[in-house]
T-cell receptor
């Protein structure tokens, strides 16, 4: 089992709709969870982090965490073409390492 | 704020040569820096954790004698790919975790722009 799992996609969503990205992790001791956006050929940029169960909202983005189910998700409301990118879920493990999932490719169609 | 630079941004070298990549935190101090490698259409794979003033901690399967890491100051870590071969061609990305005060989350890392290495 991979430490951090994501559906590779591509996930195609019409402009203006809600994009839902999911991630599961294997280490129950994980404490911090991150969503990064990566455009092709560029390094990742942090969108959201969350460490408490429940929802955390920042603008059009909402991160959701369920530690019992070892599940974290990212919702993007009012999707824009500029949101088209690969979204990486990352999980903080012990010894402060952050492990990345393989990423989900999101495509917003006009 | 919280800017991390990498140099060079891209490099092409011949097989058998060594290449040094620098990672600098420009406006903060970083006790810990991380080196990742990313192959096309794959995720970031952590290679090693670099701690200022001590030896780096390498992930399983990463050859410490091939990928030399030096973290001599709180703002600079270097990765040297020794005797590079075509299979080492990849996108190398560093990240830095602020010593204090700059991150919104304890484990937040700030990423450099990456270095694309091509070994002929």
């Amino acid at each position: 089992q991979k430490e951090v799992e994501q559906n590779s996609g591509p996930l195609s969503v019409p402009e203006g709709a809600i994009a839902s990205l999911n991630c599961t992790y294997s280490d129950r001791g994980s404490q911090s969870f991150f969503w990064y956006r990566q455009y092709s050929g560029k390094s990742p940029e942090l969108i959201m982090f969350i460490y408490s169960n429940g929802d955390k909202e920042d603008g059009r983005f909402t991160a959701q965490l369920n530690k019992a189910s070892q599940y974290v998700s990212l919702l993007i409301r009012d999707s824009q073409p500029s949101d088209s990118a690969t979204y990486l879920c990352a999980v903080n493990q012990r010894a402060s390492k952050i492990i990345f999932g393989s990423g989900t490719r999101l495509s917003i169609r006009p | 704020g919280a800017v991390v630079s990498q140099h060079p941004s891209w490099v092409i070298c011949k097989s058998g040569t060594s290449v040094k990549i620098e990672c600098r935190s420009l406006d903060f101090q970083a006790t810990t820096m991380f080196w990742y490698r990313q192959f096309p259409k794959q995720s970031l794979m952590l290679m090693a954790t670099s701690n200022e003033g001590s030896k780096a901690t390498y992930e399983q399967g990463v050859e410490k004698d091939k990928f030399l890491i030096n973290h001599a100051s709180l703002t600079l870590s270097t990765l040297t790919v020794t005797s590079a071969h075509p299979e080492d061609s990849s996108f190398y990305i560093c990240s830095a975790r602020p010593t204090s005060g700059r991150a919104k989350s304890y484990n937040e890392q700030f990423f450099g722009p990456g270095t694309r290495l091509t070994v002929l």
